[in-house]
């Protein structure tokens, strides 16, 4: 079984690619160093700054966390790329036929480029889909919806969209209610590592893998980096400081589970 890995640069696909190939060998790995995008500018009040500023501290504290457990990546052949549609790494990919590829922390991944590789991809989404989906932080923005029990972690099958892909396996990330933000975001990054790893070795074993279009479950919602603004990252800061404490999971929120 050969399995083919692409993920972004960041510590945290890292110490994905170190558990990951700790119970299924990866056969590659090929990693993606996005290039700096120009920032939109947006006005933001002086107190959607200050408060803003303990989410970016969370989540740089949560790649530190990373950085100091798996400082280097797994010891098997890579290459590097600027995006996931690298005609290079679809060449790749093509040539050496791998039975899957995991996609992690990359850009969106073109339908032209899924088909010339031409093997199942899985991928992974730090948010629960299809209830919230895309970005810039969809643990973020479960704290500015006030919707604490959609904190958690989606395996799916890729597709061109934008974490829309049918679902393996969907996963509340277990929560006291008391965590700090750094806390938060490395208990879901932890959680998501662990799911996409069994994920990975029920695929290797042959067990039978859910395969769930999203419009079955529900509705969904998708966020975008341009929604991301000062009202919500008060709505975040607000939230987490003063309402998140252990809370109710909603019953009419469908999960899928894997076997």
């Given amino acids: 079984m050969k399995v083919f890995a692409v993920f972004g640069e960041g510590s945290s696909q890292r110490a994905l690619a170190q558990r990951i190939n700790g119970s299924v060998p990866l056969a590659h790995i090929a990693k993606v160093q996005l290039q700096p995008k120009g920032r939109r500018k947006i006005a933001r009040s002086a107190i959607s700054i200050t408060l803003g500023r303990s989410l970016r501290v969370a989540w740089l504290g949560?790649?530190?966390?990373?950085?100091?457990?798996?400082?280097?990546?797994?010891?098997?052949?890579?290459?590097?790329?600027s995006s996931a549609n690298d005609s290079v790494l679809a060449e790749l990919i093509e040539r050496?036929?791998?039975?899957?590829?995991?996609?992690?922390?990359?850009?969106?991944?073109?339908?032209?480029?899924l088909d010339r590789f031409g093997t199942k991809v899985m991928n992974l989404h730090t948010g629960i889909s299809p209830y919230i989906r895309g970005g810039p932080n969809c643990t973020n923005w479960a704290l500015a919806l006030g919707e604490f029990d959609l904190i958690g972690n989606t395996v799916m099958w890729i597709d061109p969209g934008i974490d829309s892909g049918a679902i393996i396996a969907t996963e509340r990330t277990l929560l006291s209610g008391h965590e700090t933000l750094t806390e938060l975001h490395i208990k879901v990054m932890d959680h998501a590592h662990d799911l996409y790893r069994r994920a990975v070795e029920a695929f290797v074993?042959?067990?039978?893998?859910?395969?769930?279009?999203?419009?079955t479950i529900?509705?969904?919602?998708?966020?975008?980096?341009?929604?991301?603004?000062?009202?919500?990252i008060l709505r975040a800061a607000f939230n987490h400081r003063f309402r998140y404490r252990p809370f109710r999971v909603r019953p009419d929120i469908r999960l899928v589970e894997m076997s």
Avoid: I, N
């Avoid at 050496?96 to 480029?113: F, I, N, Y």
């Avoid at 067990?207 to 419009?215: D, G, M, N, T």
């Avoid at 529900?218 to 919500?232: E, I, N, P, Q, Y």
């Fill in 62 to 81: 949560m790649l530190k966390h990373f950085e100091g457990r798996f400082g280097e990546w797994p010891a098997v052949p890579s290459s590097s790329h």
């Fill in 96 to 113: 050496e036929r791998p039975d899957l590829v995991l996609v992690s922390g990359t850009d969106l991944l073109r339908k032209e480029t």
């Fill in 205 to 215: 074993e042959g067990r039978p893998l859910p395969s769930v279009s999203q419009e």
């Fill in 218 to 232: 529900a509705a969904g919602r998708l966020f975008l980096t341009r929604h991301w603004d000062s009202a919500a």
